[in-house]
């Protein structure tokens, strides 16, 4: 599966990201607020649920480590729920999206990333199948307890680890 079917065209001066719930630091972020951040670079594979995958891939964006210090999570946040523009939602534990090489990104192999592929902004999440890494970032709440996103609710799994073979829940 790759996406819900409905690829919106958002360009970046209209493009903003928010984020809410239980953090200490609320934020709301324009183009320029994003691309002001520290820029971090990570190569991984992804693996789509489906079975396919993709090998090498050159990221370029903001770490999760950053992001987590700039909204400083509230000791009670422990999951994650992120929205796509196209109305797509994922759940993932906060320590999943804590891992070393978690980057909120807008290139992909030295170039932006392309509509198709989730530009403006989109999560990259190695670790976990790729249905846990949203395109076309908008939102993410921080919530006390789990709220399961579009896939879940549909029987996939609430961690989605590749490597345990995590598919359903
Ligand atoms: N917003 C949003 N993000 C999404 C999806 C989606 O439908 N909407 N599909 C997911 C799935 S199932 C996969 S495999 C990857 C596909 O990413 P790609 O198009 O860059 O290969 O995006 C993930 N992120
Ligand atoms: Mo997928």
Same mark, same amino acid.
Not at 4 to 9: I, K, S
Not at 50 to 78: C, E, I, M, Y
């Given at each position: 599966?790759?996406? =819900?079917?409905?690829?919106? /065209? +958002? !360009?970046?001066?209209?493009?903003?990201?928010?984020? *809410?719930?239980?953090?200490?630091?609320?934020?709301?972020?324009?183009?320029?607020?994003?691309?002001?951040?520290?820029? $971090? @670079?990570? @190569?991984?594979? +992804?693996?789509?649920?489906? *079975?396919?995958?993709?090998?090498?891939?050159?990221?370029?964006?903001?770490?999760?480590?950053?992001?987590?210090?700039?909204?400083? #999570?509230?000791?009670?946040?422990?999951?994650?729920?992120?929205?796509?523009?196209?109305?797509?939602?994922? /759940?993932?534990? +906060? $320590?999943?999206? *804590? !891992?070393?090489?978690?980057?909120?990104?807008?290139? &992909?192999?030295? *170039? #932006?990333?392309?509509?198709?592929?989730?530009? #403006?902004?989109?999560?990259?999440? #190695?670790?976990?199948?790729? &249905?846990?890494?949203?395109? &076309? =970032?908008?939102?993410?709440?921080?919530?006390? /307890?789990?709220?399961?996103?579009?896939? $879940?609710?549909?029987?996939? /799994?609430?961690?989605?680890?590749? &490597?345990? $073979?995590?598919?359903?829940?």
């Amino acid at each position: 599966m790759l996406d =819900l079917g409905n690829q919106p /065209n +958002i !360009a970046p001066k209209d493009w903003t990201f928010s984020v *809410a719930g239980h953090v200490t630091h609320p934020i709301k972020w324009t183009w320029n607020d994003f691309m002001a951040q520290p820029q $971090e @670079t990570v @190569t991984s594979d +992804i693996h789509c649920v489906t *079975a396919w995958s993709r090998f090498d891939n050159l990221w370029q964006g903001v770490s999760a480590r950053h992001f987590l210090d700039v909204v400083k #999570p509230k000791p009670t946040a422990k999951f994650l729920i992120f929205h796509g523009y196209d109305g797509y939602t994922t /759940n993932v534990p +906060i $320590e999943h999206f *804590a !891992a070393s090489d978690t980057i909120v990104v807008h290139s &992909w192999n030295g *170039a #932006p990333l392309t509509r198709e592929h989730g530009g #403006p902004v989109r999560v990259v999440i #190695p670790h976990l199948y790729f &249905w846990k890494s949203t395109k &076309w =970032l908008k939102y993410v709440l921080f919530n006390d /307890n789990e709220v399961p996103g579009y896939w $879940e609710v549909r029987g996939y /799994n609430a961690v989605g680890d590749p &490597w345990r $073979e995590e598919r359903y829940g």
